[in-house]
Structures are given as structure tokens and as C-alpha cells.
């Protein structure tokens, strides 16, 4: 499973809808994510340099990137970025490769 961390900003037609009509955005979130094949881990409200915070877990990415740009395409949230996100013993393993494949590099300027 590939886990997901998306952030983003709302735009002024977000929030224009949002206190036109408040509603718990949760179930539309859950909805799209659920209808790209994943599913909604967690999703906040923040403050800082974003507006929210989604944490999604898929099969591929490709999906859930495709779900987030078709909420992008409404034109109600912008800045989004997704990083894909480990835990600690799936960093592990990356960790173990990384030090199996150190001897096979060579650092430039050196022979």
C-alpha cells in the first residue's frame, strides 16, 4: 500500500461555499478518495501555509494523484501537493537497500 500526505489551500469560491451553506466536508472528501480505490485515512482542517491536510493510503498513486487533480479541475482548492509517507519499518527496509547499493557508489573525485 502506498500512503499519501496531501496539504492545500482553499480558494475564495471554497470558502464562499462553505459559509454559503456549512457542511462536515469529511463525506465528500471520503467519497473521492474511496471512488479513486483508496482510502481516507484522515483528514484535517489546518492553519499555517495550508488549509487542509488529507492522509489517503492506495494501491499506486496514480489514482488518488488523478482524484486530487479533478478537485483541483473544480476550481475550489489550489497549492496542492501530495509526498508519499512511510513508517518507520517500511524506512527500514528502504534504509537496508540504501546500504547494500552504498558500496557500488562512487563519489565524484574519487577512484
Known sequence: MVRLVTRGCFTQAY???????????EPAVRK???????KLLN????TGDTDFTLISEANEAESMIAALLAAVASGTISNVTTSRAWTGAEFKA?????????????????T
Open 32 to 38: 473521492l478518495v474511496e471512488g479513486a480505490g483508496g
Open 15 to 25: 470558502a464562499k461555499g462553505l459559509v454559503g451553506a456549512p457542511e462536515d466536508r
Open 43 to 46: 483528514f484535517y482542517f489546518t
Open 94 to 110: 528502504i534504509a537496508e537497500k540504501a546500504a547494500k547499493a552504498a558500496g557500488d557508489y562512487r563519489a565524484p573525485g574519487k
